[in-house]
């Protein structure tokens, strides 16, 4: 059974960077497209980045497009996010989650495993 189990995240000042990582375990990571998702306080959890079974295709909230990138190393059974230009407006519990397939889901109801999140602060 797929586990997930997120970390980097931390208190950092605004216009900094964090990467955060996503160790899958109990199967084969590259079955499964990864999505990345934010909780703020108060807000509804939403995705932000999503990278493809193999790493070839990436999709990202617009809100966070051109400050974070998304990745993969198959061999290492791990998903990344890479966090720069960091804002207040980015702070919140990340989670990773896969979904049963390859390709990065248009919706985010296919999600069904999910990691237990890691914090991330951005404030001065």
């Known amino acids: 059974q797929l586990q997930l189990v997120e970390s980097g995240g931390g208190l950092v000042q605004p216009g900094g960077s964090l990467r955060l990582s996503c160790v899958a375990s109990?199967?084969?990571?590259?079955?499964?497209?990864v999505g990345w998702f934010r909780q703020a306080p108060g807000k509804e959890r939403g995705r932000v980045a999503c990278?493809?079974?193999?790493?070839?295709?990436?999709d990202y909230a617009d809100s966070v497009k051109g400050r974070f990138t998304v990745s993969r190393d198959n061999t290492a059974n791990t998903a990344y996010l890479q966090m720069d230009n960091l804002t207040p407006e980015d702070s919140g519990v990340y989670y990773c989650?896969?979904?049963?397939?390859?390709?990065?889901?248009?919706?985010?109801?296919?999600?069904?495993?999910w990691g237990q999140g890691t914090q991330v602060t951005v404030s001065s």
């Open positions: 989650a896969t979904p049963p397939r390859r390709l990065c889901p248009t919706g985010d109801g296919l999600f069904e495993t």
């Open positions: 109990g199967s084969p990571l590259d079955n499964h497209s």
């Open positions: 990278v493809s079974g193999g790493g070839g295709l990436t």
